[in-house]
């Protein structure tokens, strides 16, 4: 027991590129231990790349580390070689089922970290090392692990294939040319090799130029979103302060209207009282006048009577009512029928100028395009059910919920071999192509997921970089993390802003050549768009990055 708690020790200060104690030990970032030498042969062949990652959990780098000797690890392990036990591989650095093992290797074999072009084998690290110590093996062309080694190998004659037949376009070895591709023209493969590298360049400064276009396209839509915006501002502010004018305009003419109408109510109604107090004088006066004449007639005496009468003072003149203006009973409602008619010819004004006004805001949006739905429920109508197909899936990747919901293991899962499946990636692509307008949605949990489409051509051997969705240029790709968005194509990558969301929505429409991403909460925020050309089917893909990262494509409605 004692014996097995030392091996365990001594793993723990094992180097897995090496798989021997450390030397010189330095740590990364991430945490993970290397023999300095190790580590930066390693970093050295990614240096073509302009990526820099560990080896182990393949955490990237922005910039290639600066490293230092850890003492107190060495210190340890120098403590644990006193002990005269040896580090024994981790069980990681065996080959499993979907790494390429080494060919030297007689037990259990190891993976394999390079293999030669001249050998046409595969190598651990430390079978790999004559190849860098001797004299005859440094000239051999190594490259990544690959298992398709034996594709050298020609068929016919079992010789390596180093010649390349133009006429045929295919790679042949040297006994071809003196049957089936004699008279052929042919050269030998690294010469073809060279040409086909000068036509790469130029495509790439082909592809460069478009970037360098489209870059100054982004530019030029940047300015012109700040335009529409400063526009937009200026707009909203000028027609405030125009139609409060106007508002305000009203409210004067209402004031000044209400004062006329009181100031004229109160002159007729003082004249009307003025003329009203005359005639209450005159009745009284009549009255009066009227109960002496009735005294003087019931005075019997004949003289007397005769004597009174003359007395009797003469009557004032009376004011006549046909004198008296009387005005029409409903006066005033000829201002309020000049304020209805001023009323309706402002609703028709400003009915016709709302409709024109309308028409030239909506003219404004210029950017969607016309065949982009412009909110969630456009969207949803071009909404389509897809599901996983499990024959792609990485065998470290589980299908769930009627294979629309795919989890990261760390326990491979039991799938039968496949050409189409995944073999050194934890991605996954759907059952369904793609093609015309679909709009499908995307939950994703923990850890970082890849939301992508891809070319059914996407290459599906291998667990390098190249591989993954968004580092060839066979997909799209938006990298979401817990802290930001990434676009990635053909391994040019894109910082994306926006508004975090464990949902994301993918809209495709095919023939028009746009794909566009989407944050999905109560709103939909665009993230990125993509305007190409797509001239195969495309597939919905998955990519998940740590253990225990999940994504459904979720069944919208």
Not at 121 to 128: G, I, N, R, V
Not at 156 to 179: G, P
Not at 202 to 231: C, H, P, T, W
Not at 301 to 313: E, G, K, T, V
Request: charged residues 30%.
């Amino acid at each position: 027991m004692a014996q097995r708690g030392v091996q365990l020790n001594s793993e723990k200060f094992s180097c897995s590129i090496c798989l021997d104690l450390l030397k010189d030990p330095v740590t990364t970032n991430c945490g993970h231990s290397y023999c300095m030498n190790c580590i930066k042969r390693f970093w050295d062949e990614e240096d073509r790349k302009g990526i820099h990652s560990c080896p182990q959990c393949r955490k990237t780098f922005i910039s290639r580390p600066v490293l230092e000797k850890s003492i107190m690890l060495a210190e340890l392990v120098e403590e644990l070689k006193k002990t005269g036990l040896q580090a024994a591989p981790a069980d990681h650095c065996y080959a499993g089922a979907e790494d390429v093992a080494c060919d030297v290797c007689t037990e259990r074999k190891l993976k394999a970290i390079k293999s030669c072009l001249v050998c046409l084998a595969s190598y651990c690290e430390k079978h790999l090392q004559p190849h860098y110590d001797a004299t005859p093996f440094k000239k051999h062309k190594l490259l990544a692990p690959s298992k398709k080694l034996q594709e050298n190998i020609c068929s016919r004659h079992d010789e390596v294939m180093k010649i390349f037949c133009r006429t045929d376009q295919q790679s042949i070895c040297y006994l071809c040319t003196m049957d089936e591709h004699k008279g052929h023209e042919t050269v030998p493969a690294a010469a073809e090799r060279t040409e086909k590298q000068k036509e790469l360049e130029v495509r790439r400064l082909n592809i460069q130029q478009r970037i360098q276009d489209r870059e100054k396209d982004v530019k030029l839509l940047q300015q012109e979103v700040e335009a529409i915006n400063g526009s937009a501002d200026k707009a909203v502010e000028d027609s405030e302060k125009m139609l409060t004018e106007l508002i305000r305009l009203i409210q004067k003419r209402s004031s000044d209207v209400k004062q006329q109408v009181r100031s004229q109510q109160e002159t007729e109604v003082s004249r009307v009282k003025e003329l009203q107090e005359k005639l209450e004088q005159e009745i009284t006066e009549l009255k009066r006048k009227d109960a002496e004449l009735e005294q003087l007639s019931h005075t019997e005496d004949h003289n007397q009577f005769l004597h009174n009468y003359p007395s009797l003072s003469a009557l004032s003149e009376s004011t006549h009512s046909s004198s008296i203006n009387i005005g029409p009973l409903r006066y005033f409602e000829d201002v309020t029928a000049a304020v209805s008619q001023t009323r309706e010819k402002l609703q028709d004004i400003l009915r016709e100028e709302w409709t024109n006004i309308s028409l030239r805001v909506t003219e404004e949006d210029v950017l969607l395009s016309p065949s982009e739905p412009r909110n969630r429920a456009g969207f949803l109508k071009y909404s389509c059910e897809i599901t996983l197909d499990p024959n792609t899936a990485y065998t470290r990747l589980l299908l769930s919920e009627g294979n629309r919901k795919v989890t990261r293991m760390k326990k491979q899962q039991f799938y039968s071999d496949h050409p189409d499946r995944f073999t050194g990636c934890y991605q996954v692509l759907s059952r369904e192509s793609l093609t015309g307008h679909c709009y499908w949605e995307v939950e994703w949990r923990g850890g970082a997921v890849f939301v992508a489409v891809a070319d059914k051509n996407i290459s599906r051997a291998g667990s390098s970089y190249e591989y993954v969705f968004g580092f060839n240029d066979k997909s799209w790709a938006l990298r979401c993390d817990t802290n930001s968005y990434t676009f990635r194509h053909n391994k040019v990558h894109t910082d994306l802003s926006g508004p975090r969301s464990s949902r994301v929505g993918v809209y495709l429409d095919h023939r028009a050549g746009i794909l566009s991403f989407y944050s999905v909460s109560e709103t939909m925020t665009l993230l990125h768009r993509v305007q190409t050309t797509f001239t195969q089917p495309l597939y919905a893909g998955l990519y998940l990055w740590g253990d225990g990262a999940t994504a459904e494509l979720i069944k919208v409605r």
